[in-house]
């Protein structure tokens, strides 16, 4: 079954006030009035309210829209359709011509929070990371900083990860609806807290280079210490 974007940002703005203590129209000038310079900060500040890092993008998202819901449009079409139809043609009126054929809609695509860095929107790699759900929006914004640090770096889609590769793999993302796992090809530098040495012919490091990983489960962690991590590992296996 589809999911209906529409229903459930319905459902998510209708709740913002009980849930919250402030309508949508509350939020909007809340999140206007901290004057943030960036759609990421806002996030985060979004988050330190009590958000979930899904619905803190969303309302991110919503306040980069004007203030205007994402898919009202699409919501208000399918109310329309369930409702009772007033333009029924008469009777003896002749009958219409079949009207063409037109594909079915996809899900809607969420775009990139975090970076005017564009990475790539290939329907191997959407299908992919929407096996993230919730986690869907972090995953986009990873790609995006990482393509922000190494902007020849390219991503493509394999069954559970994203390959990142510049020109050879340097870097994989694991894909989950629980967290996600940046595998890092970092050789023998020492594991610390942040960067955690793979298990050993484990996970995406099996007969590979990609020997540390990172557990993401926030935005907050996809920071300057992880991006030069990053910079590390395709300086190690590219140069």
């Known amino acids: 079954m589809a999911t209906d974007y529409g229903e459930k940002e319905r459902a998510f703005i209708d709740g913002l006030k009980e849930n919250t203590g402030r309508d949508l129209e509350e939020w909007m000038g809340t999140i206007t009035a ?14 330190q309210q009590g958000f979930m890092f899904s619905k803190a993008s969303w309302l991110e998202r919503i306040h980069h829209n004007g203030g205007k819901p994402i898919y009202a449009d699409s919501a208000k079409g399918r109310t329309r359709a369930r409702g009772r139809r007033t333009d029924r043609p ?58 922000t640090a190494r902007p020849g770096a390219r991503f493509e889609a394999r069954d559970t990860y994203v390959a990142i590769a510049d020109p050879d793999e340097f870097a994989a993302l694991g894909i989950g609806a629980k967290e996600l796992r940046l595998h890092l090809a ?13 298990a050993p012919g484990g996970g995406l490091g099996k007969g590979q280079a990609l020997s540390h ?14 991006l030069d991590l990053v910079r590390l590992a395709a300086t190690k296996v590219n140069g």
């Open 34 to 47: 901290q004057a943030l310079p960036h759609r990421n900060d806002i996030i985060d500040w979004l988050r």
């Open 90 to 147: 008469p009777a003896d009126a002749p009958p219409a011509a079949p009207a063409a054929a037109s594909p079915p809609a996809g899900p809607p695509k969420l775009t990139l929070v975090a970076s005017s860095a564009e990475a790539p929107s290939s329907a191997d790699l959407e299908a992919l990371l929407a096996k993230a759900k919730a986690y869907r929006p972090l995953a986009q914004h990873v790609i995006a900083r990482i393509k």
């Open 186 to 198: 970092l050789g023998e530098h020492p594991p610390d807290d942040l960067a955690k040495r793979a």
């Open 213 to 226: 990983m990172v557990v993401l489960t926030d935005a907050r962690q996809i920071d300057q210490r992880l």
